[in-house]
């Protein structure tokens, strides 16, 4: 793994951020979707597809069952699925990119066996798998668990459709039984299924390549299984990145006198852009941009975040919000109710000169504003990863973020998007 540096220098509330900056096609849209090309009779395109780092665990997993992804231009993409045959999900790859588990689904519908390791990511809490085996088993699957890897096989080789219950709304869970139940003999039920606007877009598409997905946008789903997809010419065209669209928008509250955060679409992020303007954030919001500036920093108003699911607050723009609630006047109260190691990064903000208290796992206390100071950081995730960023902007000196593969997980190239605004950020390779 690459152990790439970011060098940035601080603002200090001094230097400002202006110009333009586009949103990328949306990470957690791309991947279900490369994904769901196990269950094609033929192959599709991909368009406005992010030059992340996940894109090269992705490729590293469609080689190893088979299948072609080939670049035709920059964020363009051909999957090929002539030659699909591989019932394994590569390790290495799943070690690295929890989303990994995406596949399982498709797999295991199409070819009635998978195995796969216990998939690992970003370092943010337990992140179990038990929703994933037990609607597998509900299908009639029966697993096996030895030497760190999972053995799936379908009862007469392939899954039957079945009811199934989500205790928790999973984002990959829901996506996953939505693509086994296409392939499954009969009806499937999806109770309290999550609604993430990438979900959406992923049934939207399965649907118009022949799947029958009915109650999309609605805590239940009902999934008539079939036969293989086609897509004929149909293109995937990948929507905006709802949380770099967040992350860039909290980045210019703070730290620009003008930025245009442009490709984007408001409509995905309205927790977001309610809390800011309430908080005195000067922003005009368009049907696919967002103009803000840092003009009322002095005095935002503190607000308190409860994460939830979609479309409640994301828990993947609660480290940048944070960040912007040091500089807010007042106290607020973070309250992370999706995963349980999601806050330890805040000591760290703390050792910037951030007044934040801890009081257990899940809830932390911001007092602000006060004055950040550059030091070296290490992201455990890639929001987190993000969120050093901003906080290394607002602060002033010099910053160190040390494990950048973190960041080049979700933020494609980075460090030559924010200089074109005016940041002094620079890579040191490793
Ligand atoms: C997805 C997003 C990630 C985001 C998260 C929550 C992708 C590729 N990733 O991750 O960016 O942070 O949604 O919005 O879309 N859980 C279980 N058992 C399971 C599965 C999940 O208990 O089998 C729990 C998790 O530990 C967590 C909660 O469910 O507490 C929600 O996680 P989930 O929605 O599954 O997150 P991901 O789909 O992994």
């Not at 996953?176 to 109770?191: C, R, S």
């Not at 065209?237 to 992350?247: C, F, K, N, Q, V």
Request: proline content about 3%; overall charge neutral; some cysteine.
């Amino acid at each position: 793994m690459k152990k790439d540096k970011f060098i940035i220098q601080g603002l200090g509330n001094n230097n400002f951020l202006s110009g333009k900056i586009r949103v990328n096609g949306a990470k957690n849209a791309v991947l279900p979707v490369m994904a769901s090309s196990v269950l094609f009779k033929d192959g599709f395109g991909v368009k406005n597809v992010p030059f992340i780092e996940d894109l090269n665990r992705l490729d590293e997993i469609l080689k190893g069952l088979g299948i072609e992804m080939k670049k035709e231009k920059e964020g363009e993409y051909f999957i090929n699925t002539k030659g699909i045959n591989g019932v394994e999900i590569d390790e290495e790859a799943s070690k690295r990119m929890r989303a990994s588990v995406i596949f399982t689904g498709p797999i295991l519908a199409r070819f009635g066996e998978l195995v796969f390791p216990h998939p690992g990511g970003c370092v943010i809490g337990a992140r179990p798998i038990d929703l994933f085996l037990d609607g597998f088993e509900k299908m009639g699957a029966k697993i096996e668990h030895s030497d760190g890897k999972y053995s799936i096989k379908a009862k007469d080789g392939r899954l039957k459709g079945a009811n199934i219950f989500f205790k928790i709304p999973s984002v990959t869970a829901t996506e996953t039984f939505i693509m086994a139940g296409i392939l499954a003999e009969g009806k499937t039920t999806l109770k309290n299924v999550a609604i993430e606007p990438e979900i959406i877009s992923l049934i939207e598409w399965l649907n118009s390549c022949g799947a029958k997905i009915k109650g999309v946008g609605t805590p239940v789903l009902e999934i008539e299984g079939g036969v293989l997809l086609e897509a004929g010419d149909k293109i995937y065209e990948t929507i905006a990145d709802r949380l770099e669209t967040g992350s860039f928008l909290i980045l210019g509250a703070l730290c620009a006198s003008d930025l245009e955060i442009y490709n984007c679409n408001p409509a995905h992020l309205e927790i977001i852009t309610e809390m800011l303007k309430d908080s005195g954030v000067d922003m005009q919001v368009g049907k696919d941009f967002i103009k803000v500036n840092n003009k009322n920093l002095k005095n935002y108003k503190a607000f308190n975040i409860k994460t939830h699911e979609y479309p409640g607050f994301p828990t993947d723009l609660q480290s940048p919000m944070t960040v912007f609630l040091t500089q807010a006047q007042g106290e607020s109260l973070i309250f992370e109710t999706i995963f349980e190691g999601r806050l330890n990064y805040t000591s760290d903000l703390v050792k910037m000169g951030a007044d934040i208290k801890m009081w257990d796992a899940h809830r932390v206390t911001v007092k602000g504003p006060n004055q950040l100071k550059g030091r070296e950081l290490e992201g455990p995730d890639i929001r987190t990863g993000f969120a050093f960023v901003i906080a290394s902007l607002v602060a002033e000196k010099e910053s160190v973020i040390t494990n950048v593969y973190y960041i080049d997980r979700g933020y494609g190239s980075i460090e030559k998007r924010l200089s074109g605004i005016g940041a002094d950020i620079k890579r040191v390779e490793n």
